[in-house]
C-alpha cells in the first residue's frame, strides 16, 4: 500500500511565503516523479508542478512559475513545494500525487497522470 502525507498549510497574508512537504511511503515504491495539484472552491483540480524521479525536469503552471519551487527531500520520495509572494488566488486544497503513469508527462498535467494521492493539506491566503 503506497500512503502520499502532506503537511505544512495554513493561513497567510498575501506576500508571505508557505513551505510544503509530502512523503510517498509504500513496500514497492522507488523514486518517482512527484507533482503537485490544487483545488478552489467551486473549481477544477488544477495541476501546478512535478519533479521527475531524477530532479532534472521540473514543470510549473503560468499561475506559479517565478513564485513557487521544488526540491526533493534526503529521503526517496520527499518533495517540498516552497510558495513565495502568496496571492488569495492561491488559496485552495493542495494535494501531493507520485506513481506517474506515463512518461514525459505533457502539461498540462491530469489526474490521471498520477495513481497515488494524498488527502491534500489546505492554504488559505488573506489580503
Known amino acids: 500500500l503506497v500512503q502520499v502525507v502532506e503537511s505544512g498549510g495554513g493561513s497567510v497574508q498575501a506576500g508571505e511565503s508557505l513551505r510544503l512537504s509530502c512523503t510517498a511511503s509504500g513496500a514497492t515504491l522507488t523514486a518517482d516523479t512527484m507533482g503537485w495539484f490544487r483545488q478552489a472552491p467551486g473549481k477544477m483540480r488544477e495541476g501546478i508542478a512535478y519533479i521527475s524521479a531524477d530532479g532534472d525536469t521540473r514543470y510549473f503552471a503560468d499561475s506559479v512559475r517565478g513564485r513557487f519551487s521544488l526540491s526533493r527531500g534526503v529521503a526517496e520520495n520527499t518533495l517540498y513545494l516552497q510558495m513565495n509572494s502568496l496571492k488569495p488566488e492561491d488559496t485552495a486544497m493542495y494535494y501531493c500525487?507520485?506513481?506517474?503513469?506515463?512518461?514525459?508527462?505533457?502539461?498540462?498535467?491530469?489526474?490521471?497522470?498520477?495513481?497515488?494521492w494524498g488527502q491534500g493539506t489546505q492554504v488559505t491566503v488573506s489580503a
Open positions: 500525487a507520485t506513481g506517474s503513469t506515463r512518461w514525459p508527462l505533457i502539461p498540462p498535467l491530469r489526474e490521471g497522470d498520477f495513481r497515488y
